[in-house]
């Protein structure tokens, strides 16, 4: 690369403005259905990739909205984070039991047969790659919370199948047409993604299973809005708009020609840039934990939020958790007001209730009437 990186925020720029230039020979494209897009090479967009990158380096801005219409590349975004995403540790069991659980909750807390592992030293866990899990589309309860083994059901015992959510722990959860799902099917979804475990109950038997992962979710609104309450559950709301120029149109164009005449060798011209912005994103997610609100932007932040009249308590904690992301991704130990800015309209969009404006000017004008209507009275003094 030409330009020295001074940070994730930067190489996103650089390169992804860059002229493609290379001459791609035709490859093999035999497996190009399995092999992501590189995420660097994404054309413009600047929103939607740095919304997906701030919920990748920190979860705890609860996930990504991206609002779109059809053919903007909503979904070859989300898949081209796979590569990108960060190792963790996995459980080795169907529970998905930690030994952290045992630490913090007593040994109770996980299963029988980890117990007996955790008391002879054996492991619970082993290192492993984050993936990208994708909801198949018209997916139904029982799909994605569990439901009842029949193999085992057969063999005359009960034994509950786990779901999609239950594969979804510690990865990165995609449903597409979010605002499509059916609503018990999207309420079991974000419940699980804000509480980071879920149970399943079928008759007698019932059975919990960790599900913390960060959920991304994408929908054309033209096709119908989501929920106000499903919405708000929703960190960052990303708009993306599809290409704004010519040129633009032209550069992204000839970036998906060589992608598919040969995706091996589009992807290593990316290469360099891939493995550089994975390993921005491991020392973002590990500057994190280090990274302190400045009292400025803490004041800056309340206020605006209190002048713009958000009232979801969400809305507030999804704004400073994204500057503190925004900060450990620009390489700095300090969210400073700027920070706000660069996330503020990501993190506030969408979370202003009209209803409730409205709801409160009518129940205003209510009460002065009921008030009119009473004449002051003196109490008499006993
Ligand atoms: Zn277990």
Redesign the pocket.
Known sequence: MAEAIRSLTHLLEVASSRRFLAVVEPGDRGLAESLPFPFVSIVSEWEMKLSLLLAVINPAVGGVLLLGPRGTGKTTAVRSLSPLLPDVMR?L?????MPEDSETGGIES??P??AKKLGQGDP?TFKDRSRLIELPLHSELADVIGGIDERAAAHQRMQIKPGILSHADRNLLYVDEVNLLKREVADAILDAAAQGVYTVRRGPISATYRSRFILVGSMNPEEGMLRPQIADRFGLRAIVRGLGSSTERWEAYQRSHAFELNPRGFIEYFREETETIRDEILAARSRLQGVQLAPETVRRGLDAIQKLKVSSLRGTSVLFEAARAYAAADGRDRADPADLNAVAALSLRMRRSDFMDRYATDLKQVDTAIRDAFQPVKRKKK
């Open positions: 459980s069991c169907a529970y998905g039991c996980i299963c047969d980890c619970l």
